[in-house]
């Protein structure tokens, strides 16, 4: 089961969330799972993506097997990170729950779903790309090391985006 369902399943398993409640309760282990595939994807994006990045450099053209061939790996990450995560869930006894404010959630915990499901959600953005009529193999190729990166960094903002006591927060631009 992907993440973001793992958790959109936690807080409501028959119907799908309406209005969120004031506190969302996510089991710990459950939670401790999809932190642990988030980083594990985290680090296997930026392998990747780095690995692309030179394949692009190479004095040779990208061709239908190179995009082939990421994809590949990413969809095999995303397997081996799903039963990571489901085997610590399944090894672990902790019957504790994380409370969730609605802020909280929207910045911390729903991010991090996602992050643990980017690697499948980029394949499906460049399948659609593709399906949409994308044809240039190095562009197709270009945007799947883009949205690794792109995933990359928006984890690193929500990791970043958890104050401190005393840490001053950004205020909203004045008009």
């Given at each position: 089961?992907?993440?973001?369902?793992?958790?959109?399943?936690?807080?409501?398993?028959?119907?799908?969330?309406?209005?969120?409640?004031?506190?969302?309760?996510?089991?710990?282990?459950?939670?401790?799972?999809?932190?642990?595939?988030?980083?594990?994807?985290?680090?296997?994006?930026?392998?990747?993506?780095?690995?692309?990045?030179?394949?692009?450099?190479?004095?040779?053209?990208?061709?239908?097997?190179?995009?082939?061939?990421?994809?590949?790996?990413?969809?095999?990450?995303?397997?081996?990170?799903?039963?990571?995560?489901?085997?610590?869930?399944?090894?672990?006894?902790?019957?504790?729950?994380?409370?969730?404010?609605?802020?909280?959630?929207?910045?911390?915990?729903?991010?991090?779903?996602?992050?643990?499901?980017?690697?499948?959600?980029i394949v499906d953005l460049t399948l659609a790309a593709e399906n949409n009529g994308a044809r240039d193999m190095k562009l197709l190729y270009e945007?799947?090391?883009?949205?690794?990166?792109?995933?990359?960094?928006?984890?690193?903002?929500?990791?970043?985006?958890?104050?401190?006591?005393?840490?001053?927060?950004?205020?909203?631009?004045?008009?």
């Amino acid at each position: 089961m992907s993440a973001t369902r793992w958790v959109r399943n936690i807080v409501n398993p028959k119907a799908e969330p309406k209005a969120p409640e004031t506190v969302r309760r996510i089991p710990r282990k459950q939670f401790d799972a999809v932190m642990g595939g988030a980083k594990a994807v985290m680090r296997e994006l930026t392998e990747f993506a780095e690995q692309a990045k030179s394949r692009l450099r190479e004095d040779r053209p990208i061709k239908q097997d190179d995009l082939l061939e990421l994809l590949r790996k990413l969809v095999a990450a995303q397997k081996r990170i799903d039963a990571e995560m489901e085997a610590d869930v399944a090894n672990s006894a902790d019957t504790g729950d994380t409370e969730w404010d609605r802020r909280s959630y929207n910045l911390f915990a729903a991010p991090t779903s996602r992050m643990a499901n980017s690697p499948q959600t980029i394949v499906d953005l460049t399948l659609a790309a593709e399906n949409n009529g994308a044809r240039d193999m190095k562009l197709l190729y270009e945007l799947t090391v883009a949205e690794m990166d792109v995933a990359v960094a928006r984890f690193n903002v929500t990791l970043n985006s958890i104050p401190e006591e005393g840490t001053p927060r950004l205020r909203e631009p004045e008009p």
